[in-house]
């Protein structure tokens, strides 16, 4: 079953505008990760927050962490077409298994 | 420093056959987990190991098991394929102790006809 539930499912932007994914999970968690899929490939870790964080930054990326909301989000600013994917979040619960939700397609033209 | 493999890349099997796809984890990881990813949707848990033990698994019938060698390589085996087995096998690894990110495999897609 999926934990997390991205929102929304396909986002189409221009390159250079901000891209922001929104997620939102159902039980408590120690952490949450984002990964990135480029098409029929593996998943990369992009970022991690834990559940006492509340916002992290790695280059481009912004993520932020509502553990009242059950909820994070992914800002991706100054977008290229390489950004081009699909994002995943993904919860750990306290079993240490990472579930994941259904993806946003992030869609960067040119 | 190599990172997670897996083979084969493709496989088409039949209806009621078996299928062993194989993974090698990334040097110095300990933990190997099995995903199942349908086409449009996330990766679906499948199991964890480590030290050669199943750890967790998910909502996937006994069709579905596993192995882990001492090497840190694993299995997956699937008997008796149904139709709705085609999808993308991802295979990840990392420490089983601490916050460590999973490191995936580009997968094994596996179609059933």
């Known amino acids: 079953s999926q934990q997390g539930e991205e929102d929304p499912q396909a986002l189409s932007i221009q390159e250079g505008e901000n891209a922001t994914m929104n997620c939102s999970y159902k039980?408590?968690?120690?952490?949450l990760q984002w990964y990135r899929q480029n098409s029929g490939r593996g998943l990369v870790h992009l970022i991690l927050?834990?559940?006492?964080?509340r916002e992290k930054h790695s280059g481009r990326l912004r993520v932020t962490l509502d553990t009242s909301k059950k909820s994070s989000s992914l800002l991706i600013t100054a977008s290229r077409a390489a950004d081009t994917a699909s994002y995943f979040c993904?919860?750990?619960?306290?079993?240490?298994?990472?579930?994941f939700g259904k993806g946003t397609l992030l869609t960067v033209n040119p | 420093d190599a990172g997670v493999t897996q083979s084969p890349t493709h496989l088409i099997k039949t209806r009621g056959q078996q299928v062993t796809l194989r993974c090698s984890p990334k040097s110095g990881h300990d933990t190997v987990s099995w995903y199942q990813q349908a086409l449009g949707q996330g990766p679906q848990f499948i199991f964890q190991?480590?030290?050669?033990?199943?750890?967790q698994r998910g909502n996937f019938p006994d069709r579905f098991s596993g192995h882990q060698f001492p090497n840190y390589s694993s299995e997956l085996n699937v008997n008796a394929l149904l139709l709705g087995d085609s999808a993308l096998y991802l295979c990840?690894?990392?420490?089983?102790?601490?916050?460590?990110?999973?490191?995936f495999g580009n997968g094994t897609r596996l179609t059933v006809t």
């Open positions: 927050i834990r559940s006492n964080e």
């Open positions: 190991y480590y030290e050669e033990e199943e750890r």
């Open positions: 993904a919860t750990r619960g306290s079993n240490y298994k990472l579930t």
């Open positions: 039980t408590s968690i120690n952490n």
């Open positions: 990840a690894s990392s420490l089983f102790k601490g916050d460590s990110p999973l490191h």
